[in-house]
């Protein structure tokens, strides 16, 4: 081709490549533009779509976070590789075990398990782990930081194991149960508060053979059957007495026929040991049962039925009492006067003698006596009448020895084939009727009244004369009981507690008398003062119990010395005074040297530890024409003049007919 066409083809054809590589690289460009455009707005659609699932699951997780709250129920996942527990949720209401969110230690998430539930816990747990149970399932108490333990249920299963088959990872849920143990624990409470209680709950079948088909479990400790022994339905038959029986069945008849609801009856129940108490039932019919059947509760009123028989005893005595002082009004009149003159008596003796002659005008054909007690058991004769109790009835006797007195009611002695004699009355030959009736005041026995007839009686005579005895021992044994506590609380009032010698204050009414006495009959009359010498050492170096024990030691060496009408007192501190009448100085002295000598032989310990000697020093005085003061003013002068001279010795009082004074001789101590 020549080179004239040669060169514009060519210069065509490159200019067209040219045209083509152009459009070419202009079509790529659009193409990589609108991709770009296109990739732009997927990934701006997948980041929208990637937030809004964000936020779905944001707001999924706190619904299912409050659902979680407000159902009590957490989340834990327990990983055995790294051994930490991850707990979600809570518990609620002061139930938050401060775990929430977090992944902590297994030791620490199981030390918030209480201590005393933490082995059973284990227990469970470890026989789950080991592929025993097929789930762990617990009830502890979780402790949290800061509050009271609360109840949980914990439930939870092994959801990976290793290899070897050991767990690698265990998942559960906690649940809030601490309101139904709080619930379950009170009921239960209550239930052995209820079975441990008086009351007896029962169930009865009302069928041809009324049956109890139930009792609650205290019905064994309340009646002493063995356990599980009325588990079975019992026949009423069998329990009840059978006394009670035709009359309990009688009324449940009766509530049943008439469409009665409610049933309530007194009726007796046979004990284990064969006994039987009375019980009140109350019941109440169950609507619409067949064969009837009637649900209730049994109530021990044994200890009620005994109040009332003895009330009824009681008042049907008294109805009894009034008939009888209505057909007697001379017997009434008796009674109250003799009651009027009990009211005043100051005495026992002048009680007992107040009874005797109305005794004496109650039962003329008896003879008998009054006997009182001197509370430690010993009854002894006060007053008597008649011709037959000289001779048969010991003066003293104890309470073993009376069968009133040991039965506690009334005995009667008919004969020797119908009755035993009191053992205090001399049977050895033909014995008449006797009757002993107790008379006992606040429990205890004040003293009893004895009848003996003087001549056969029959029967009935024996009964009414019974009967009136027992109501004159009523009227005398509350004058007796009130009698001797009045004696005791004059005894108590003159005597010093701790020395058991008479105090200061009967010396204070006694010495004038006694003064006045021996004045009347020309007798001598010498009082003496004896004091301990040292005594202050006593209590400063052993102490005031060492100082009681002297006391006590010495006043019993000043009893044992004086005879039976002198009169012996506690003056103050370790001071004594000695009333001696009818006794000369010679003799005064002699009996204060032998007090002396019994005391300096007293060897008293205290403590473990020998206290030293005890001596005594004393003043004697003879009375003249002068009042008790000067008297006293004289013996104690005289004391102290003993005390001066060296102690452990008796000086006279001035101005009497001799001035005596004695030393013993030194003790050897060791």
């Known amino acids: 081709m020549p080179d004239a066409l040669l060169t514009p083809l060519l210069t065509t054809v490159v200019a067209l490549t040219a045209a083509v590589i152009a459009y070419d690289v202009s079509r790529r460009n659009g193409w990589l533009a609108a991709h770009q455009r296109v990739t732009r707005s997927v990934e701006e659609r997948a980041r929208e779509l990637a937030q809004e699932m964000t936020e779905a699951l944001k707001a999924g997780q706190a619904r299912q976070h409050l659902i979680m709250a407000g159902s009590g129920v957490c989340l834990w996942d327990w990983d055995l590789a790294t051994d930490e527990v991850y707990v979600e949720g809570s518990l609620g209401d002061g139930a938050d075990p401060g775990f929430d969110g977090e992944r902590w230690p297994s030791n620490v998430w199981f030390r918030s398990v209480h201590s005393e539930d933490q082995a059973a816990m284990w227990a469970l747990l470890d026989e789950h782990m080991r592929g025993n149970t097929a789930v762990f399932e617990a009830e502890y108490r979780l402790v949290p930081r800061d509050g009271q333990p609360y109840w949980v249920m914990a439930r939870a299963v092994v959801i990976d194991r290793r290899d070897d088959g050991s767990p690698a990872r265990l998942s559960g849920t906690l649940i809030d149960i601490n309101s139904r143990k709080t619930i379950e624990m009170a009921l239960e409470q209550e239930r052995r508060l209820f079975n441990s209680g008086p009351v007896i709950v029962t169930r009865l079948r009302l069928d041809e053979e009324p049956t109890h088909s139930y009792f609650s479990s205290n019905v064994y400790e309340l009646w002493g059957y063995p356990n599980g022994s009325l588990e079975h339905a019992c026949a009423v038959s069998s329990l009840v ?14 509530v049943i026929a008439t469409g009665g609801r409610h049933l309530q009856t007194e009726l007796r129940y046979r004990m284990h040991d064969g006994g039987y108490r009375w019980h009140s039932l109350y019941g109440k019919v169950v609507k619409d049962s067949t064969p009837p059947e009637l649900v209730g509760y049994l109530i021990d009123i044994e200890d009620r039925k005994q109040v009332d028989q003895e009330i009824a005893s009681q008042k049907a005595m008294l109805e009894e009492l009034v008939v009888t002082l209505r057909d007697s009004e001379q017997e009434r009149t008796l009674l109250h006067q003799t009651g009027d003159m009990l009211n005043s008596a100051k005495t026992i003796d002048e009680a007992c003698a107040i009874v005797q002659r109305t005794a004496q005008v109650m039962f003329p054909d008896w003879s008998g006596a009054i006997s009182t007690s001197d509370g430690d058991g010993q009854l002894t004769v006060r007053d008597q009448w008649g011709s037959e109790v ?20 009334s005995h009667t002695f008919l004969d020797a084939r119908r009755s035993v004699p009191c053992q205090h009355i001399d049977c050895s030959d033909e014995l008449h009727a006797t009757l002993c009736v107790p008379m006992v005041a606040d429990g205890k026995v004040v003293g009893a009244l004895h009848l003996l007839a003087d001549e056969h009686v029959v029967d009935g005579e024996v009964v009414r004369t019974m009967e009136r005895a027992q109501r004159l021992g009523e009227t005398l044994k509350l004058s007796l009981s009130n009698l001797g506590l009045r004696a005791s609380l004059q005894e108590q009032a003159v005597r010093d507690g701790l020395t058991g010698l008479y105090n200061r204050r009967l010396l204070a009414e006694r010495l004038p008398i006694e003064l006045a006495r021996c004045e009347r009959t020309d007798q001598p009359l010498v009082l003496a003062m004896v004091d301990i010498d040292h005594f202050k050492r006593f209590n400063d170096t052993y102490g005031h119990k060492a100082g009681d024990l002297v006391l006590h030691a010495v006043a019993r060496c000043i009893n044992e010395s004086v005879r039976g009408y002198d009169l012996a007192c506690r003056y103050g501190g370790e001071e004594f005074c000695i009333v001696l009448p009818g006794c000369s100085i010679e003799a005064a002295l002699a009996r204060l040297r032998a007090m002396q000598q019994l005391v300096s032989a007293l060897s008293l310990r205290h403590g473990g530890q020998a206290l030293p000697p005890v001596t005594l020093s004393g003043g004697l005085a003879i009375a003249h024409a002068e009042s008790t003061e000067q008297l006293i003013a004289r013996a104690d002068a005289a004391l102290y003049a003993a005390k001066a001279a060296g102690r452990d010795r008796v000086c006279c009082a001035e101005g009497d007919d001799a001035r005596i004074s004695q030393t013993l001789q030194p003790r050897r101590i060791g």
Do not use: I, K, Q, S
Request: positive net charge; contains cysteine; hydrophobic residues 30%.
């Open 241 to 254: 007495h059978a006394g009670d029986l035709e009359r309990t069945l009688h009324t449940w008849d009766t």
């Open 390 to 409: 000289a001779t048969r009835l010991l003066p003293t006797f104890g309470n073993e020895h009376c069968w009133a007195l040991r039965r506690g009611r």
